[in-house]
């Protein structure tokens, strides 16, 4: 299983990747692998193999004594170690870098040396601490892929952290959504992005992020004051409510008219299969619509904006958690 935990900078996922590496010390609890307890193992006796952001590679060293520093320390004869490298670069396309030194290498490059290293171990756990972070766009797509290839051909597990919610939708079985050291939801892409368990979970799973008004649902609406009202899913109590919708539940026409919340647009923005409409409402809420690429309004034209009643998320407004 590949299981990626996700948050923002500061969240503790990487603490817990160190946690489970033997890097820092627990303090509380219990870490099990493979139903053995590793608090006070040693890293290196822990089956654990981590890929650092920084890739960490011995600078002297060519790719091919990087990859065997590891497994020499492992105690693993030469003719095992040789198998092991041949067998890894194959997999991860290295075969003509092995005499190279990193500073010869490119950034993807140089990251796929990094989880060689760590696959020539052939540990129990892959720990990966947001390895994409140091690539341009291009490179992380391309890296991307190779993981998730790599998970597919090998099996095994890998714990993988990152603040990069797309590499979290793209690549895991599992994601563990972290804020401020506490765990928030766990479950599966489509679990997460369908059925958030708070209002900060669907925030941060999507992109564009989903938008949040608060709103007053009463006889069947979910009105804002001095903004409008727009139907209430069905069963949905009265009271006090946040609502929430992705930017394709939402919808703008022009004008101030009929039902829907009024406000006026920010500005128009053009990605060529799709175009976003960001609005201020006339409470002070942005929203994020999605509309076809030949839409397109003008800052501050005047609009208003309907939502469909099955596609609202619903969340108490104290508490954030959905209802």
Do not use: W
């Not at 608060?214 to 903004?227: N, Q, W």
């Not at 069905?234 to 022009?254: H, K």
């Not at 690429?293 to 939502?307: G, L, Y």
Request: glycine share 10%; proline share 5%.
């Amino acid at each position: 299983e590949l299981i990626i935990f996700v948050g923002p900078s500061g969240c503790g996922k990487s603490t817990l990747l160190r946690l489970i590496a033997g890097l820092d010390p627990i303090t509380g609890g219990t870490l099990s692998i493979n139903g053995k307890v590793m608090n006070d193992v040693a890293p290196s006796k822990r089956g654990a193999a981590m890929v650092f952001q920084s890739y960490a590679l011995y600078p002297h060293m060519d790719v091919y004594e990087n990859m065997a520093f590891g497994a020499r320390l492992m105690g693993l004869s030469k003719d095992e170690i040789a198998s092991r490298i041949a067998e890894v670069t194959r997999m991860l396309r290295l075969e003509d870098y092995l005499k190279r030194k990193p500073r010869q290498l490119s950034g993807g490059q140089r990251q796929r040396v990094a989880i060689a290293r760590a696959m020539v171990r052939k540990p129990d756990v892959f720990l990966l601490d947001e390895p994409l972070s140091n690539l341009d766009a291009a490179l992380r797509a391309d890296v991307r892929l190779e993981i998730a290839r790599l998970h597919r051909d090998i099996g095994g597990t890998m714990i993988y952290v990152t603040h990069d919610q797309v590499e979290a939708m793209t690549l895991a079985d599992r994601i563990v959504v972290m804020n401020n050291g506490y765990i928030e939801q766990v479950g599966s892409p489509r679990e997460l992005f369908e059925t958030p368990a708070n209002t900060f979970v669907a925030t941060f799973i999507g992109s564009p992020r989903m938008s949040l008004l608060d709103v007053d649902s009463t006889a069947g609406k979910l009105a804002i004051a001095g903004t409008g009202a727009i139907p209430a899913p069905a069963g949905i109590a009265e009271g006090a409510l946040t609502i929430g919708a992705r930017p394709d539940g939402l919808s703008v026409v022009a004008g101030h008219a009929g039902e829907g919340f009024a406000g006026s647009v920010i500005y128009t923005e053009y990605l060529g299969d799709d175009s976003y409409v960001y609005v201020r409402l006339t409470s002070g809420e942005q929203v994020t619509i999605r509309v076809p690429p030949t839409v397109f309004f003008d800052a501050d034209d005047d609009v208003t904006v309907q939502a469909q009643a099955d596609a609202l998320h619903v969340f108490d407004r104290a508490s954030g958690q959905r209802v």
